[in-house]
């Protein structure tokens, strides 16, 4: 026997099995629809009995196993349903020779045959026949089940025919030696009257009648039968059978055991008669069950006589004498070569068997024997079918990554070389079963959180045999999202030339095929989700980790809420770039609420959604924005150019200027309504940021009613508005400024003073020159002023509904000092209500200034000259000094 049937499972044992073949030309769907019909009727309650008989079918099965028959009777092809296509009578009489052609393949086995005949009517079609059954057609079929019943009922009859023929057996000296067909030329020319011939032949015909007790549904029966062939055929070292009858015993102890059986389909067999429970009502007065007594047992025959044996049997085995029994056979088989089949058989329904116990490792030990196992040449499709098998059974157990090695070679398998079309759409689909054995998902979401999971190295092993097969296929769509996932969730692990290699790859097949963000729907139901690069090239600030130019182009936000216009952004990172920052802008349609939940891109010709949810490190799964009715929109430049921002405040732009103390200088602003909405209200005002400096008058000073008449100010149109910015601050309390003279001196805030001139004319040796730099740094502190400029508008939609915007223009000023009053005295005038101010004032700055008072004389002071000023001051009250505290400061003119 050379051909193993992979799907076995202890509880086959009591089973006969039926074939169901097409014969003719018969449309394969029509088959297949018949086929599942007929192998409905798994299981039949035998009429008047209380046993069941199970039904095994196959639609195909090669006539050399039904040789071994007589080994093992659940092999044996007792039963044949034919299916055929016939229209007219004249195709009658071929059709009926075809059937008792197709007969003869099984016919020394055959219990009983039945051919069903669909598209034939008339006198033929009327005929009243047991073994032939007329349908008009494929769709009007009705009984067909209840003719398979009868069919089986009628195998039973033959089946129990033969049971008690063979349990009855009183032939004496010519009881028959069971062969299997590589022992026949072997058993040539042998001593049959020897002792040692005659117990193998009763050894053998006991394991025979257990088999067929076993499938007659007397389990009790068939165990007493094995138990006692067991010791007849150890004792002639019959290691074949013996190993049959140890597995026969197995079976039977399963099927006691697990009367759902172990093949692991639900709902495929219905616990029957079989149960410890059951076995005493079939032993009944008059019950033609036969146990075999080993009492009874002669040297050339088989007694009936059961009436001491049934106590004295050891019946079913233990759930762990099961396992045992079950090596013994597989040793036993293992020391003959023709026998693998039956040896690989026997392996596969221990490990189901050790499934259900739940002993994986031992399961696992029987797997192993099972690969090792030497079955001849075998074809391509049954290489296939063994690798597909082992995969399944270590899934079964639980060992997945094994399963999955398994099934990936027998993916490999069905593309190997010897195969003249090979099988790409098989290959394929076994590679895809193959991913949970590996840890591995199509779904990138599965990627986003947490540590990897499973040997990266496998994993891409195995995502580029997909996206090869796939391409095999002709489906470039798959090829691109398999290597698009690729390319997301294993970059970590790609070495710099592999990261070169993988990208260049799919920008080849994004070339003849772009990716998208469709789910892509598998043949089989399987849906691939989208790939998102999330991590190429771009999170928030764009990065290129590949050693190639990217190119990014579409990029824009994702939104949900009022319509959105996302404005499109493009640019290329050179390779190894590093940070890049890029802006997403848009512009919203209509006013409510906006929610911005990603981004999306077009990476190496894959479109990609990125939501934030997605993105690694980001908490939040999108942005909300309040999107407010329309408002004008001013564009606001200044005469002065722009500056950088002052460093505390959020402005629209700022603007920076130098005065000297005591200056003023206008600054024109100008807005333009830039938007499409009409300007209808505006509001300025200012805050004074420096506030340590003491600030006399006011800073910023404006006037908006020339403005405001321009109101209200239509799209394109623009307004300027003047701004004086003045600066007076009080440079006198710095002590560094004030410098001591001998003759004429006063206090001045609790310092005497002196005159810088008179020490240019008459230097002090401690003193350095007021002409020199480092007088004049003395002199030169500068002092900083800031402001900021908010414009409060409005108009439109949003002006209806309270809404508004603001514009702020930072200003920043840097304020020098420009003279100093170094000596303040007063002499007596000729009117006691007057006297005279006397003022040393020197000029600390670079230009040539001129000092002016009301009824006074101009002064003229040169960069860095001293002079004393006169000035007739008319009080009310007898003072002979001014303190300096009440000169504040004046107003300088700059000479060209």
Request: overall charge negative; aromatic content about 8%; charged content about 20%.
């Amino acid at each position: 026997m050379s051909v193993p049937d992979y799907m076995q499972c202890a509880e086959d044992h009591q089973t006969v099995l039926v074939v169901v073949q097409p014969m003719g030309i018969v449309p394969e769907d029509q088959f297949f629809r018949i086929y599942k019909r007929i192998s409905s009727v798994s299981q039949v309650s035998i009429r008047d009995s209380q046993r069941v008989l199970f039904i095994r079918y196959r639609h195909h099965y090669p006539p050399e196993n039904n040789e071994w028959g007589d080994f093992q009777t659940h092999r044996k092809v007792v039963g044949l349903i034919s299916v055929t296509s016939c229209n007219t009578a004249k195709e009658w009489p071929q059709t009926s020779d075809r059937f008792h052609g197709q007969k003869e393949v099984f016919g020394s086995t055959l219990y009983d045959s039945r051919l069903l005949v669909f598209g034939l009517q008339g006198e033929v079609a009327e005929q009243q026949r047991t073994d032939v059954a007329f349908y008009p057609s494929y769709d009007d079929c009705p009984d067909v089940e209840k003719r398979v019943e009868d069919f089986v009922e009628s195998i039973f009859i033959v089946l129990e025919s033969k049971r008690l023929d063979r349990a009855t057996d009183k032939s004496g000296d010519k009881l028959q030696l069971l062969c299997v067909p590589f022992e026949k030329k072997d058993f040539v020319g042998l001593d049959t009257d020897s002792r040692h011939y005659k117990k193998r032949c009763q050894g053998r015909m006991r394991k025979h009648v257990g088999d067929l007790c076993l499938q007659a549904g007397m389990l009790q029966d068939a165990l007493v039968h094995y138990h006692m062939a067991v010791e007849l055929l150890r004792s002639v070292n019959d290691f074949l059978w013996l190993g049959a009858a140890l597995e026969g015993l197995c079976s039977a102890s399963v099927i006691f055991h697990y009367p759902g059986g172990t093949s692991g389909k639900s709902g495929a067999r219905k616990p029957g008669v079989s149960s410890a429970a059951d076995a005493g009502k079939r032993h009944r007065p008059g019950a033609q069950e036969v146990l075999i007594d080993p009492g009874a047992l002669t040297t050339n025959a088989i007694s009936a006589d059961t009436s001491t044996e049934i106590g004295r049997a050891k019946n079913c085995l233990s759930q762990e004498d099961i396992i045992e029994k079950y090596k013994e056979a597989i040793s036993n088989y293992g020391k003959y070569k023709s026998a693998g089949v039956i040896e690989l058989e026997a392996c596969i329904k221990a490990v189901r068997v050790l499934a259900i116990q739940k002993r994986a490792m031992e399961a696992s030990e029987f797997l192993q024997n099972a690969v090792y196992i030497n079955l001849g040449q075998l074809s391509e499709e049954e290489k296939i079918q063994r690798y597909s098998v082992l995969s399944e059974l270590y899934e079964l157990i639980g060992f997945h990554r094994k399963s999955a090695f398994f099934k990936r070679v027998a993916a490999m398998q069905c593309v190997a070389p010897t195969i003249p079309e090979p099988g790409w759409k098989a290959c394929y689909k076994l590679l895809l079963e193959t991913l949970p054995g590996y840890s591995l998902s199509l779904d990138p979401k599965d990627f986003s959180k947490g540590t990897h999971r499973g040997w990266a190295a496998v994993q891409l092993r195995l995502l580029h045999e997909l996206v090869y097969a796939s391409r095999r296929m002709g489906n470039p769509g798959l090829s691109v999202r398999h290597l698009s996932f690729l390319l997301q969730t294993m970059l970590d692990f790609l070495s710099d030339q592999e990261k070169k290699e993988v990208t260049q790859s799919l920008e080849n097949y994004t070339s003849k095929c772009p990716g998208g963000m469709e789910v892509i729907s598998l043949p089989d139901g399987l849906k691939l989700p989208p790939v998102p690069f999330t991590k190429l090239p771009i999170h928030y600030v764009l990065t290129t980790v590949l050693y190639i130019l990217c190119y990014c182009v579409h990029q824009g936000l994702l939104t949900s809420g009022v319509d959105f216009e996302s404005l499109p952004a493009a640019l290329s990172l050179p390779a190894e770039s590093g940070l890049y920052p890029v802006t997403l802008v848009g512009v919203p349609r209509t006013a409510g609420n906006i929610t911005i939940n990603g981004y999306h891109t077009s990476v190496f010709g894959v479109s990609s959604d990125c939501l934030l949810e997605g993105l690694v490190g980001v908490k939040s799964s999108g942005c909300m924005v309040e999107v407010v009715p329309s408002l004008p929109r001013l564009q606001l430049c200044t005469s002065l150019p722009r500056s950088a921002h002052l460093s505390s405040e959020d402005l629209s732009t700022s603007v920076s200027l130098q005065l000297f103390n005591g200056e003023t200088q206008q600054l024109t602003i100008t807005l333009e309504n830039i938007g499409t909405e009409m300007l209808n209200t505006l509001e300025l005002t200012s805050k004074t940021l420096s506030t340590k400096e003491k600030l006399f008058g006011e800073f910023l000073t404006w006037d908006l009613q020339d403005a405001l008449s321009h109101l209200p100010l239509k799209s394109g149109q623009s307004v300027s508005i003047p701004v004086n910015i003045s600066a007076k601050l009080d440079f006198s309390g710095q002590e560094n400024l004030l410098h001591d003279l001998n003759d004429d001196g006063i206090s001045v805030t609790g310092l005497p003073v002196s005159s810088p001139l008179r020490q240019v004319l008459k230097p002090r040796a401690e003193n350095k020159p007021v002409g020199t730099d480092a007088s004049k740094n003395e002199f030169n502190h500068v002092k900083t002023l800031e402001a900021v400029l908010t414009f409060k508008y409005s108009g439109g939609a949003g002006e209806v509904e309270g809404y508004y915007r603001e514009l702020s223009l930072g200003v920043r000023v840097d304020v020098e000092p420009s003279v100093f009053f170094t000596r303040v005295s007063t002499l007596p005038a000729t009117s006691t209500r007057q006297c005279h101010l006397l003022l040393d004032v020197f000029n600390s700055t670079e230009h040539e200034l001129t000092l002016s008072a009301k009824n006074n004389q101009d002064l003229v002071l040169h960069a860095s000259e001293c002079q004393r000023y006169m000035h007739t001051h008319t009080h009310t009250h007898s003072l002979t000094q001014t303190p300096p505290s009440s000169v504040r400061c004046i107003a300088v003119c700059l000479a060209d």
